[in-house]
Nanobody
């Protein structure tokens, strides 16, 4: 079974940058489309970005477009989320997720993803 572990979260000031990593084990990540989501307590999980298995296509939520970039290195079984120009409203727990059924599609719906990591906290102060 695929297991996902996120890292790279932390506390930064507004305008700062962080790079999140999601490392997969148990199976080859190249078979999956991947996504990043975030969630604030009391709110629904929100789509952030997605990337197809070959990295041929990416999608970013309007709220992060131009600031965040999703990428992947299949040789390292790792997906990244580069976050620049961070804002306080980016504060959340960030999760990576894997979609095995639609590897060539960038899906923004969380129900489409089969495997999830445990999350990493990102806190942005003003």
């Amino acid at each position: 079974q695929l297991q996902l572990v996120e890292s790279g979260g932390g506390s930064v000031k507004a305008g700062g940058s962080l790079r999140l990593s999601c490392v997969a084990s148990g199976y080859t990540l190249s078979y999956y489309a991947m996504g990043w989501f975030r969630q604030v307590p009391g709110k629904e999980r929100e789509f952030v970005a997605a990337i197809t298995r070959s990295a041929g296509s990416t999608r970013h939520a309007d709220s992060v477009k131009g600031r965040f970039i999703i990428s992947r290195d299949n040789a390292k079984n790792t997906v990244y989320l580069q976050m620049n120009s961070l804002k306080p409203e980016d504060t959340a727990v960030y999760y990576c997720a894997a979609d095995r059924r639609r590897p060539a599609v960038t899906t923004s719906s969380d129900w489409a993803y089969d495997y999830w990591g445990q999350g990493t906290q990102v806190t942005v102060s003003s």
